[in-house]
């Protein structure tokens, strides 16, 4: 009554706060109180009302005026551990009759006790029903399911109900006696079966005292789900576990912990049942002997509980307890039925592996010898390090037999087995184990057998996971030999894992394209850690756009470019190339490498290019583009979608560089359909092209009229185009460039120091035609020779300074370019001693003038000379692009490349000449012009092979 009282005291503070009004809850009395408490007699509600007066009075909330939240909170929890059977999910069973009744539990829920213990705790429900807390996932009346039992030790009655809630799963009849009670840590397995009968499914429930109960049901896999997620969650956060076996420390004075099957072990530190099940290694305390230390965790069995369990519970899992057969091994071993025996080396072992070592009784007790003395069996999971390899054929070969070995300690380290204080980062130890086998075939056997060995009866979840995870990655490596592919095959297909198809599929695309020659790149190994079998990888486009794209293992640059081509409706793959851009770095992928094999490669070139000072590992990150490489037969209109996504995007920041010879009339087209490509028909923008003329014209011709002669031309030149599309605007822009000898170049800037007939400094153009050298820009140097004669009379530094800061600004005054100025002044300050041959070179366009002031009247008489002679007009004027050679690929005997140079030989290499370069960009030039060349030797062969057909 107390109790009764004290629910109905907290329902009235939830809905009316502090105020407390007698007759108000007089009224509401009835609705809060059962009403056969009620029926008792006359004077009934009087003596409630009094017991929940004295109840609200006294009670704790109204003290300390707690938040109706907080009532709301305590009541639930009071009735979750007063009436924990109303807080369940309930089932149906019947005895295996053949007969479906088709009663939904009239009588249980028909039943006058279900209703009045169901309104003792349920009419104030609807007061809490909100709060907020998990509680309310615990509760759920009125979900009925038919079941039926069929098998199991006998019950009282045949007519039963199964009840499941936050203490256990009950069976109960149709009076609420229980007539079987099961705490969740009695409770080992829950298994379901489906077949194609809804009334013939069945659930099964094993226990520790190594009883079954068998029920059908149509919803026998949702009885299976729930009793799994309470177990699941439990074990999560347990920290109760119950030794499986004898575990002896390996050593005195170790840290690891010693105990006998049957001990409970209290986890410590951070750890949980959850920390148990997803690492190799754990910290806990021996109840029975009181120490702590470390233990493996495939030695401990975790109970599913919160609390600990019952000593009569506990005793069930000691020596004397676990003669009932019971099993506490999960059913599914390495991801299989157990009724579907997976594939193991247990035959091959017998004729290719070496007989396992003979063991002493002097040797420290180890977990794999711990286990009921059984002797060692290699094809099966083991946590000790090999001495030796598994195959035979490795014993006699030394290193390769040492290689193996190491490769299996980095296999243990990785999935957990073998403890270590360096974290699973990168591809530390990826790069150990598969090193060898790509470098040596007879090790790729020995690799495979390796892994398999560890997924063989792996009952640590998280080390069988890693042990997959190395699986996935090495099948998409390398392949093993004709004599174990059955093996692993089988292997594979035997076994339910996710993973393990997968990983058969890249076995069979591995035999199909050939092995890598680098071990897996961080990208694939974080991947499959992460549970994905499927990379996209982003590639970027010209025109600032980017798509995902699938890549595996075995993709290589070629496919990898088809499939971009196909996506984005392109005539042709062509030409067109994938470039990894890496630290400051861009460099293209040839077309029949691996795709992460380059990057592999890329990146660990880097690394040793350029190590930390720290000696600690630098992670690079990389980008990935997709662009028109050799242009041979590009030809605009004739692809439109590569026209608009790549050419013109790629040949634009050519011609703003001043890179190819272009008119002033042609600059002026170029720039207004530029113009048109980014703001279309707005004439908005027209205004402010003297402050963009950086972005449509060259920039070598900007200074050769001011900003509002450019202006007019190039507005005058769209309204020529009006009408047309950005899109039209961008293929015209091609077809404009397409008459220019350099078009499609890629173009660089070098110092050449061979040949006396060409400028020091030269511009590279490397096209379809071949390799064409350029003069470049060529500038009088005017300010050049002032700076010269100022150093050469100025014996004070400072004033020498002062002077050339003020005969920068007067030149730029006169319209003079400031890089020109700049250039010429910096070079001049930093010249040594003048020669005599340095002198005749130099212009004497002007007298030196040490005040600055007469240096203006000088530049205003000498700028008209200036502009009119023919030694120096081109300072105002289209500066010169003349070609001065070009060389066809046929004409290109050899060539190589380093950090600093570009070499290059033409014609014979005997008497043929040589151009030597210096250039950061060597490695690019190298790379073009191979491919250009060896297109065009595919080109020749398929003309020779068509020529011989017809």
């Known amino acids: 009554e107390e109790d009764l009282a004290m629910i109905a005291a907290q329902q009235y503070y939830i809905e009316y706060s502090s105020e407390l009004s007698v007759e108000r809850l007089f009224n509401l009395l009835p609705s809060y109180i059962p009403d056969y408490c009620l029926a008792t007699s006359d004077k009934a509600l009087d003596r409630w009302g009094q017991l929940v007066v004295q109840a609200y009075k006294k009670s704790y909330y109204l003290k300390e005026k707690i938040a109706a939240l907080r009532v709301k909170e305590d009541v639930v929890g009071y009735a979750k551990f007063k009436w924990p059977l109303l807080?369940?999910?309930?089932?149906?069973a019947y005895r295996n009759s053949g007969k479906n009744s088709g009663k939904f539990c009239e009588t249980y829920r028909n039943s006058s006790k279900f209703y009045d213990g169901f309104r003792n705790a349920g009419k104030f429900c609807e007061a809490f029903r909100n709060s907020g807390k998990l509680y309310e996932a615990y509760v759920d009346f009125g979900k009925f399911y038919e079941c039926y039992s069929n098998s199991g030790p006998n019950l009282p009655k045949n007519d039963v109900i199964i009840a499941v809630n936050w203490t256990g799963v009950y069976v109960v009849d149709d009076q609420e006696q229980v007539l079987l009670e099961l705490s969740f840590p009695e409770i080992t397995t829950v298994s379901s079966q489906k077949t194609n009968k809804v009334f013939s499914q069945t659930f099964t429930l094993s226990t520790v005292r190594g009883e079954e109960f068998t029920f059908q049901s149509p919803n026998a896999e949702d009885i299976r789900d729930l009793v799994v997620y309470f177990l699941e969650g439990l074990k999560k956060r347990s920290k109760f576990v119950i030794a499986l076996q004898d575990y002896k420390a390996p050593g005195e004075g170790s840290s690891f912990l010693t105990f006998q099957k049957g001990d409970l072990i209290v986890l410590e530190d951070d750890s949980t049942g959850e920390t148990v099940m997803n690492s190799g290694w754990c910290v806990g305390r021996c109840e029975r002997t009181g120490e702590r230390g470390d233990f493996p965790a495939e030695t401990v069995y975790v109970l599913p509980a919160c609390s600990k369990p019952p000593t009569d519970i506990l005793a069930l899992f000691s020596l004397e307890g676990a003669e009932h057969g019971r099993k506490l091994y999960p059913q599914q071993v390495n991801g299989t039925d157990t009724r579907e025996k997976p594939h193991s080396l247990a035959e091959y072992a017998l004729d290719h592996f070496r007989p396992p070592p003979k063991r002493t009784m002097s040797k420290a007790l180890t977990l794999t010898s711990a286990r009921r003395g059984t002797p060692e069996e290699l094809w099966r999971h083991g946590r000790e390090p090999l001495k030796q390899p598994l195959l035979k054929k490795l014993l006699t070969k030394e290193e390769l037999a040492e290689e193996a070995c190491f490769a299996f300690n980095a296999m243990l380290k990785y999935m957990g087995d073998l403890p270590t204080k360096r974290p699973r980062v990168g591809n530390e130890y990826t790069d150990q184990i598969f090193d060898g086998p790509l470098k040596h075939e007879i090790l790729r056997d020995e690799i495979y057998c390796q892994i398999m060995k560890q997924l063989t009866d792996n009952r640590n979840r998280l080390s069988e996971e890693r042990g997959w995870e190395l699986m996935w990655l090495a099948t998409g490596l390398f392949a093993c030999s004709q004599n174990l592919l059955k093996e692993v095959t089988l292997f594979l297909r035997t076994r339910r894992h996710p993973i393990s198809q997968d990983s058969l599929q890249r076995l069979q695309k591995t035999l199909r394209n050939g092995q890598r020659k680098y071990p897996p790149h961080q990208v694939e190994v974080e991947a499959i850690q992460h549970k994905t079998t499927q990379i996209f990888h982003k590639v970027y486009f010209p025109d600032d756009t980017d798509e995902a794209f699938e890549v595996d293992s075995s993709t290589r640059a070629k496919d990898f470019c088809q499939n971009i081509s196909q996506r984005l409706n392109l005539r042709s793959s062509e030409g067109f190339s994938l470039f990894v851009k890496i630290a400051d770095k861009v460099i293209s992928v040839p077309e029949g490498d691996f795709f992460f094999d380059f990057v592999r490669h890329l990146t660990d070139w880097i690394k040793k290019a350029r190590p930390s000072r720290d000696g600690s590992s630098l992670q690079f990150t990389y980008q990935v583009f997709f662009m028109k490489k050799l242009w041979t037969n590009t030809v605009p209109g004739k692809d439109r979608n590569a026209d608009l996504i790549f050419h013109f995007h790629q040949e634009l920041p050519k011609l703003l560089r001043g890179y190819h010879k272009c008119t002033k009339e042609e600059a002026s087209r170029l720039a207004a359909l530029v113009y048109r490509v980014r703001f279309g028909e707005s004439k908005q923008e027209l205004q402010a092209i003297p402050q963009m003329l950086r972005e449509l014209v060259p920039a070598d011709l900007i200074k050769i009229q001011n900003?509002?002669?450019?202006?007019?031309?190039?507005?005058?030149?769209?309204?020529?185009?009006?009408g047309m599309s950005p899109e039209d605007a961008?293929?015209?822009?091609?077809?404009?460039?397409?008459?220019?000898?350099?078009?499609?170049?890629?173009?660089?800037?070098?110092?050449?120091?061979?040949?006396?007939?060409?400028?020091?400094?030269?511009?590279?153009?490397?096209?379809?035609?071949?390799?064409s050298l350029i003069h470049p820009q060529t500038k009088v140097d005017c300010p050049h020779s002032l700076a010269i004669r100022a150093k050469r009379i100025f014996s004070d530094h400072n004033d020498l300074l002062q002077y050339n800061k003020k005969l920068q600004h007067a030149f730029m005054n006169r319209g003079y370019p400031k890089a020109l100025v700049c250039s010429q002044i910096d070079r001049a300050q930093n010249s040594g001693p003048t020669t005599s041959t340095e002198t005749n070179i130099i212009p004497q366009v002007t007298t030196y003038q040490p005040e600055l002031h007469k240096l203006n009247n000088l530049l205003k008489t000498g700028f008209p000379l200036l502009q009119s002679s023919t030694t120096t007009q081109h300072i105002f004027k289209e500066p010169p692009k003349e070609i001065l050679v070009t060389h066809p690929f046929t004409r290109i005997s050899n060539w190589s490349s380093g950090n600093t140079y570009f070499h290059m030989t033409i014609g014979n290499l005997v008497r043929g000449s040589k151009l030597l370069c210096e250039t950061s960009l060597g490695y690019k030039m190298d790379d073009l012009l191979t491919s250009y060349i060896s297109l065009m030797l595919t080109n020749m062969n398929k003309q020779r092979g068509t020529l011989r057909i017809k």
Do not use: C
């Open 707 to 722: 900003a509002t002669d450019w202006k007019r031309s190039i507005v005058a030149a769209y309204n020529q185009d009006a």
């Open 87 to 92: 807080f369940s999910r309930f089932y149906e």
């Open 730 to 771: 961008k293929i015209t822009f091609l077809k404009i460039i397409y008459r220019w000898p350099t078009f499609g170049s890629a173009f660089f800037e070098v110092k050449q120091t061979t040949e006396p007939n060409y400028p020091e400094m030269l511009l590279i153009a490397i096209n379809k035609h071949g390799v």
